[in-house]
T-cell receptor
């Protein structure tokens, strides 16, 4: 079935550094791909998504490109801020028992940005 | 409502007691999901409600777990005879439609501690 694999964290960067968080997927066909972010003490929020191959999702300075050749959806940001410190989850739909789809999530990557 | 509301935000219970966790989804969202997030772990899918259809219970870890959704809106997750391994953050999410198109909106979660 569909699954995602994320790089292990924590990732520790200085402010204004370049960020890459790797996500690779295994899927049948070309499902939508998502990045979610979880700030300390909060629930998960949708950060960005891409609905088809070669699409680029972007939001709040973050970008991710749906690359079918490498089955990847890496998250990038050119200049991180302390406020970006959070846990980031890659996700894609999987078929559950009833035939409908729910999202399956990677294990999460903790980002710590130091001033 | 404006967002997905979960209550209580924190719950401490004694081993063997039953607990009920509540989720109030965004008005008009037909799909509702429950996930469990254990310390340092990713998100574990538990159950999925779509409109008035029978729920998908394929993710429930044991028969001590059950959930219902009344009137296509509010949902309650019940854990009977709680065990220490049930300690986790329980997240509820709702979606306007198919997860692979819309993604989810999450609540802030209920942190359950079984002592």
């Amino acid at each position: 079935g569909n699954s995602v694999t994320q790089m292990e964290g924590p990732v520790t960067l200085s402010e204004e550094a370049f960020l890459t968080i790797n996500c690779t997927y295994t899927a049948t066909g070309y499902p939508s791909l998502f990045w979610y972010v979880q700030y300390p003490g909060e629930g998960l929020q949708l950060l960005l998504k891409a609905t088809k191959a070669d699409d680029k999702g972007s939001n709040k300075g973050f970008e991710a490109t749906y690359r079918k050749e490498t089955t990847s959806f890496h998250l990038e940001k050119g200049s991180v801020q302390v406020s970006d410190s959070a846990v980031y989850f890659c996700a894609l739909p999987v078929r559950v028992d009833t035939g409908r789809r729910a999202l399956t999530f990677g294990s999460g990557t903790r980002l710590q940005v130091q001033p | 409502g404006a967002g997905v509301s979960q209550s209580p935000s924190n719950k401490v219970t004694e081993k063997g007691k039953d607990v009920e966790l509540r989720c109030d989804p965004i008005s008009g969202h037909t799909a509702l999901y429950w996930y469990r997030q254990s310390l340092g772990q990713g998100l574990e899918f538990l159950i999925y409600f779509q409109g008035n259809s029978a729920p998908d219970k394929s993710g429930l870890p044991s028969d001590r777990f059950s959930a219902e959704r009344t009137g296509g809106s509010v949902s309650t997750l019940t854990i009977q005879r709680t065990q220490q391994e049930d300690s986790a953050v329980y997240l509820c999410a709702s979606s306007l439609g198919a997860a692979d198109l819309y993604g989810y909106t999450f609540g802030s979660g209920t942190r359950l501690t079984v002592v």
